[in-house]
């Protein structure tokens, strides 16, 4: 199994630029989560999905960010304008079931510059 | 108050030590409790679930009082590999169960 999958796994990119961030999640996981890690604030859930529905977008900080699902092996994050603030380490991950082990990617370490 | 309170450490510990880590949440109606490794720089693992009658895997111990809303972790004959950070980790509540909520983590630094 070749595991959560996210790119890119490095982002620099000056403030107000669009920032795509992708995850493809394990074959047959039906729950996908986006989160975010600072050393400040550190691990924080943003959104997550089941079934490519978002369910809790509470974390979700501001409008510049958004989320989707449009299939079960695709979500992407976007954040439009960036900002330096944002830079942060960005994981995806994917469990089988709502109580089931979340398994996540390696990461996407954005800088905004 | 932070709904997973972890003392940050770190903890500098010999090899073949004895290290408890302690947790405390916020959320009475939380369910799930589990612990997560996160080495550096690389992606939070699963280590073990909790269970309320306390579990037990190789020389990991993972206790959970609910009454107290305190949740421990110990390892035994402390290994260098087993240097990371450990991350105390519950559910959102009986209303949001797939919803997990991580502590700030703590670091072990295991030295030969």
């Known amino acids: 199994d070749a595991g959560v999958i996210q790119s890119p796994r490095h982002e620099v990119t000056e403030m107000g630029q669009e920032v795509t961030l992708r995850c493809k999640p394990i074959?047959?996981?039906?729950?996908l989560f986006w989160y975010r890690q600072t050393m400040m604030r550190g691990l924080e859930l943003l959104i997550y999905?089941?079934?490519?529905?978002?369910?809790?977008d509470s974390g979700m900080p501001e409008d510049r960010f958004s989320a989707k699902m449009p299939n079960a092996s695709f979500s992407t994050l976007k954040i439009q304008p960036s900002e330096p603030r944002d830079s942060a380490v960005y994981f995806c991950?994917?469990?089988?079931?709502?109580?089931?082990?979340?398994?996540f990617g390696p990461g996407t370490r954005l800088l905004v510059l | 108050r932070k709904e997973v309170e972890q003392d940050p450490g770190p903890f500098n510990v010999p090899e073949g030590a004895t290290v408890a880590f302690n947790c405390t949440y916020s959320?009475?109606?939380?369910?799930?409790f589990f612990w997560y490794r996160q080495d550096c720089r690389k992606e939070p693992k699963l280590l073990m679930s909790?269970?309320?009658s306390g579990n037990e895997d190789g020389r990991f111990t993972a206790q959970l009082n609910r009454a107290s809303q305190y949740i421990s972790l110990l390892i035994r004959d402390s290994k260098l590999s087993d240097s990371a950070t450990y991350l105390c980790?519950?559910?959102?509540?009986?209303?949001?169960?797939?919803?997990?909520?991580f502590g700030q983590g703590t670091t072990l630094q295991v030295k030969p």
């Open positions: 991950a994917s469990s089988g079931g709502q109580r089931g082990t979340q398994y």
């Open positions: 074959s047959g996981h039906d729950y």
């Open positions: 999905f089941n079934n490519n529905v978002p369910i809790d």
């Open positions: 959320n009475s109606a939380s369910q799930s």
């Open positions: 909790v269970y309320s």
């Open positions: 980790v519950v559910n959102g509540g009986s209303s949001n169960t797939g919803k997990l909520i």
